[in-house]
């Protein structure tokens, strides 16, 4: 007797979707466009006969329903993917050699590692930490995890995550002050950003109903590294990704002094030697990085 099912493609939007509690942020995950997430969800819907979210202004909520649906696929998609895993196994056994700078290296990425090497035990990842800018094409590098737009002349960009940033700095900066503080006590703070984002101040302001050409009391700073030394220091005020500054928060080194948190678009990015023969070694690595980055907490503007 033939399977009753829906599509698999639904069930992977959904699952997305409902993992994510975004429409947008399932699809950036999937490589797709919300709107063909949308279709998708719209399509099971229609076939099962009940609504699976609650569709509000700016945000979705699973229904009964839809949690219970979510539960059961995401369980039986992780079985699923071991089991295809499983049956690649032999295909996946290798060395990826990547450059990264150390900021995003030690702050982010080797702490992670260890997690990746247990669930793919047949790659290898072999990071080089360094400042340098390196010609993938004739450097014996098989990628480079790079910060900005994405847009390098010569090369192929996989986006793992953009920027969501909020203004964060050390606890003593802000001594006998009630947090969270107004943006306009926040602004009078000092204030320091990293080259080419001098203007995410400015948007934070504007989101915020503030509007400020340039912060007068802004410094800027040659790397992100410099600038977090900064905020660690006690020196400024600085918006940083939520992802960077968890580990510094959850240990008292760094306070968040408003909720408001802002989608940047510079982020983190795989970048290979344009025309270069896809690897599957780093496609398993890159989908395992997506993955590990698109849990964020903390509110965002849309």
Request: net charge positive; aromatic share 8%; with cysteine.
């Amino acid at each position: 007797m033939a399977r009753q099912l829906p599509s698999l493609n639904q069930l992977r939007a959904f699952e997305a979707a409902a993992r994510h509690e975004s429409i947008k942020k399932g699809a950036e995950e999937l490589c797709v466009t919300p709107t063909a997430v949308g279709h998708q969800i719209k399509a099971l819907e229609r076939a099962l006969g009940v609504p699976l979210f609650h569709r509000k202004t700016r945000k979705i909520t699973l229904t009964k329903d839809g949690r219970d649906l979510a539960a059961q696929v995401g369980g039986s998609l992780d079985t699923l993917e071991k089991a295809v895993d499983q049956v690649r196994r032999p295909e996946k056994t290798g060395t990826i050699k990547i450059t990264v700078a150390p900021f995003f290296g030690n702050r982010w990425l080797l702490p992670r590692l260890p997690d990746f090497h247990a669930r793919h035990p047949g790659i290898k990842i072999e990071p080089n930490l360094s400042f340098d800018y390196v010609d993938l094409a004739h450097s014996g590098f098989d990628a480079a995890l790079r910060y900005g737009l994405g847009d390098w002349d010569t090369m192929t960009s996989v986006l793992i995550y953009r920027d969501r940033v909020r203004p964060v700095c050390a606890p003593q900066l802000v001594t006998d002050r009630a947090l969270p503080l107004t943006p306009v006590d926040l602004l009078k703070l000092p204030l320091a950003c990293a080259k080419f984002w001098r203007d995410d101040w400015a948007v934070w302001a504007e989101a915020t109903g503030i509007n400020i050409a340039q912060a007068r009391n802004l410094v800027e700073y040659e790397s992100r590294a410099f600038m977090f030394d900064a905020a660690l220091c006690g020196n400024a005020v600085i918006l940083a990704d939520l992802r960077m500054t968890a580990a510094d928060e959850a240990a008292g080194r760094l306070v968040h002094l408003h909720p408001l948190a802002l989608d940047r678009p510079q982020g983190i990015y795989m970048a290979t030697s344009a025309g270069r023969p896809a690897n599957p070694h780093l496609t398993v690595f890159t989908n395992w990085l997506r993955q590990e980055a698109s849990s964020v907490d903390g509110p965002q503007t849309v």
